[in-house]
């Protein structure tokens, strides 16, 4: 059974930084995609991130661009996300989400129809 667990997220300032995990079970690390997602009160699922553990290839949304970086620790079956300078505008449950393959994401591509598997999300707020 496919399992992403997130944790990490709480309440910080602005300006702050944050880490997040997302612990992935049941399926061959190697062989999927790990996205981070998020979506605030009333507004549609933003993509945030991605990342294909089995090579490090890396994709970011501009609203997140030189803010936030994602890693894999492929021993642990681990995916993670370092945000800093937070700004409230970052408020919101973040997602982990899979799928199989490695795909070269660029602005048009990247979209959560592709992930088949998620998580149940972590909340994180960041106050003014």
């Known amino acids: 059974e496919v399992q992403l667990v997130e944790s990490g997220g709480r309440l910080v300032q602005a300006g702050g930084s944050l880490r997040l995990s997302c612990e992935a079970s049941?399926?061959?690390?190697?062989?999927?995609?790990i996205g981070w997602f998020r979506q605030a009160p009333g507004k549609e699922r933003e993509g945030v991130s991605n990342i294909s553990p089995s090579d490090g290839s890396t994709y970011y949304a501009d609203s997140v661009k030189g803010r936030f970086t994602i890693s894999s620790d492929n021993a642990k079956n681990t995916v993670y996300l370092q945000m800093t300078s937070l700004k409230p505008e970052d408020t919101a449950v973040y997602y982990c989400?899979?799928?199989?393959?490695?795909?070269?994401?660029?602005?048009?591509?990247?979209?959560?129809?592709?992930?088949?598997?998620w998580g149940q999300g972590t909340q994180v707020t960041v106050s003014s």
């Open positions: 049941g399926f061959t690390f190697d062989d999927y995609d």
């Open positions: 989400a899979a799928h199989s393959g490695s795909y070269y994401y660029t602005r048009d591509s990247f979209s959560f129809y592709d992930y088949d598997y």
